[in-house]
């Protein structure tokens, strides 16, 4: 999965990273399926391990494009694993108080503690993104936050949290098929937003945003993967095995039992 990474120190281009990619894994759809479900029980046991021995914090953080996949990505790869454990926390635009303060005051309060794992569905990134395309906040002052993200994130990290960071990476033609679908699609009508189309004007714009954002935050500690994501079941299984191969390489185990714990058969 290495192939994903995006190495410290080194430029984007997202027009060199194909979208529907699918050279990590040999077979079809159906066999990708497969192998995901069986990722996330691994995923399940691994999580009930994190928990259980409480040394661990692990953060994942999710962007991209609207329709991007992020609801999609949280839904499938973490199906079934022990909602004790896990923690989604979603970022949107920044409330009265949240605005009030500092970009990454709202977003130290949800990292995770010990034994969780949290997701994050969008996050401290939107504050050099849309605040870029947007221009909420002038060059010198958003231009600065990529070495503040780049300390909060290793300070983290020297702290005991593992972060991993995806961004899911969609063509701009999927984009325009899963818009229209939701329009389409009764059940899906509630997350059409008139602002999508607006965000879509934007998209050249966007994509710049993201390849600075990406290089300029791409550490050994807390890497950005570019997710090939126009296919729902190819991005879901790249990134389990990604986290799956994190959490293996935790070498975790189950604590001690307490001392004194009686035998039940004699008491
Ligand atoms: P959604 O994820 O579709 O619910 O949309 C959330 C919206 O909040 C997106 O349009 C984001 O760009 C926006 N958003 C998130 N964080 C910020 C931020 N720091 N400043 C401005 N807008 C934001
Ligand atoms: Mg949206």
Same mark, same amino acid.
């Given at each position: 999965?290495d192939?994903?990474?995006?190495k410290p ?11 529907d990619d699918r ?13 995901t479900?069986?990722l996330?029980?691994?995923?399940e046991?691994?999580q009930e391990l994190?928990y259980?021995?409480?040394r661990?914090?692990?953060?994942v953080v999710?962007?991209?494009m609207?329709a991007?996949g ?6 499938s790869?973490?199906e ?10 979603s970022?949107k635009?920044?409330t009265?108080?949240e605005q009030?303060?500092d970009?990454l005051w ?11 794992i ?5 996050s401290h ?5 849309v ?12 231009r600065?936050r990529f070495a503040?993200i $780049?300390?909060? %994130?290793?300070?983290l +990290?020297d702290?005991g949290? &593992?972060? !991993?960071k ?5 063509s ?8 229209q679908?939701?329009i389409d699609?009764p059940?899906?009508r509630w ?5 999508d189309?607006?965000e ?5 714009d966007?994509q710049?945003?993201y ?14 993967y570019v997710?090939?994501?126009?296919a729902?079941?190819y ?7 990604i ?6 390489g935790?070498?975790? $185990?189950?604590? %001690?039992?307490?001392? +004194?714990i009686p035998?039940? &058969?004699? !008491?």
């Open positions: 999965m192939r994903y990474r995006i120190g080194s430029q984007v281009d997202l027009s060199r990273h194909d979208p050279s990590a894994f040999d077979g079809d759809k159906a066999a990708g399926k497969a192998e479900a069986a996330n029980g691994r995923l046991a691994l994190l259980a021995e409480g661990h914090k692990v953060l999710l962007q991209a609207d991007g992020k609801d999609g990505t949280i839904r790869v973490f079934g694993v022990n909602p004790q454990g896990v923690k989604v926390a970022f635009r920044p009265p108080p009030a303060h970009y709202r977003v130290h309060g949800q990292t995770p503690g010990s034994g969780e949290v997701i994050f569905n969008r990134y939107e504050d050099v993104l605040v870029r395309v947007h221009e909420l906040v002038p060059e010198s002052r958003w600065k503040h $780049r300390a909060f %994130e290793s300070m +990290g702290e949290t &593992r972060i !991993v995806f961004f899911l990476h969609v701009k033609d999927e984009q325009r098929e899963r818009l679908e939701r699609d059940r899906k997350k059409a937003n008139p602002a189309l607006e879509r004007k934007r998209w050249d966007y710049a945003a390849e600075e954002a990406l290089a300029e935050t791409s550490t050994e500690q807390a890497p950005w997710i090939p994501a126009n729902n079941w991005r879901n299984l790249v990134i389990s095995r986290l799956v191969d994190l959490l293996e935790l070498s975790m $185990r189950y604590p %001690e039992p307490a001392e +004194g035998d039940m &058969r004699v !008491v």
